[in-house]
């Protein structure tokens, strides 16, 4: 894995992900034991007053954490955390951003802070987050 250039400014290589299906929300349902049946019953979401189901804020959170360990070895991540801002409608398609915000020296460490979000195709921001990685 060869880890992208990380100088303050830089916008890293995004990750755009397939609309949210119906069936990925029943599969992470599944994998993340997260069965709230507002992510996955029409019936249960209506009742809520809301359209349709929508997708886990923890889906969201695993696509900014697959674009981490595309950036760099999951060795080299220090921390990560998120702040959920908004919903993912199913059918919503999510691309994961990363824009490198300063390099430190931390504990003996060159260690880089990200700047992550998540947004749908019609600029809905669902999720703010930060990283911090050790560079090579």
């Known amino acids: 894995m060869t880890t992208p250039t990380m100088d303050v400014g830089a916008d890293l290589p995004a990750l755009e992900v397939d609309p949210i299906s119906r069936t990925t929300l029943a599969l992470f349902a599944g994998a993340s034991g997260d069965h709230n049946p507002i ?9 809520a ?3 349709d189901v929508f997708a ?3 889906l969201s959170m695993a696509y900014l954490g697959r674009l ?30 990363a824009t490198v915000t300063s390099t430190d020296d931390v504990n003996g460490e ?13 600029g809905t921001v669902t999720l703010l987050g930060e990283a911090l990685v050790a560079l090579d």
Do not use: N, W
């Open 56 to 58: 886990h804020g923890m």
């Open 68 to 97: 981490l360990t595309d950036l760099v070895p999951q060795q080299q991540l220090r921390s990560y955390k998120v702040r959920f801002a908004a919903i993912t409608p199913v059918h919503g398609q999510p691309t994961c951003t």
């Open 39 to 47: 992510h996955v019953d029409l019936d249960v979401a209506k009742s």
């Open 110 to 122: 060159r260690i880089a802070t990200l700047e992550l979000k998540v947004t749908l195709a019609d």
């Open 49 to 51: 007053g809301l359209d």
